[in-house]
Nanobody
């Protein structure tokens, strides 16, 4: 089992940047592929980005492609989401999740963090 804790959320103006972090504890971090999802009020949870166990492969959702980047540091048991050129429609609770294989479907993920709020003002 793995425990996940997100940090780095906050309030930012449109066009700004934030970097989210997700720290893992418990079972060996490098065993898991990691993903970021977001959920805005009244909307379903949306895939944002995912990264393989080694970090060699990444997938980014269409709505954030070219603006968001996912990365990981297995020595620090941490996965990151660098968010640039933020838009008001990026406002949501962002959660990281862990799974055994690279996936974009939220139902494929076994472990979830509590989430961190990102608010982008216009």
């Amino acid at each position: 089992q793995v425990q996940l804790v997100e940090s780095g959320g906050g309030l930012v103006q449109a066009g700004g940047s934030l970097r989210l972090s997700c720290s893992a504890s418990g079972r060996t971090f490098s065993y898991y592929a990691m993903g970021w999802f977001r959920q805005a009020p009244g909307k379903e949870r949306e895939f944002v980005a995912a990264i393989s166990q080694s970090g060699a492969r990444t997938v980014v959702g269409d709505s954030v492609k070219g603006r968001f980047t996912i990365s990981r540091d297995n020595a620090k048991n941490t996965v990151y989401l660098q968010m640039n050129s933020l838009k008001p429609e990026d406002t949501a609770v962002y959660s990281c999740a862990a799974t055994s294989g690279l996936a974009t479907n939220r139902y494929s993920y076994d472990y979830w963090g509590q989430g961190t709020q990102v608010t982008v003002s216009s």
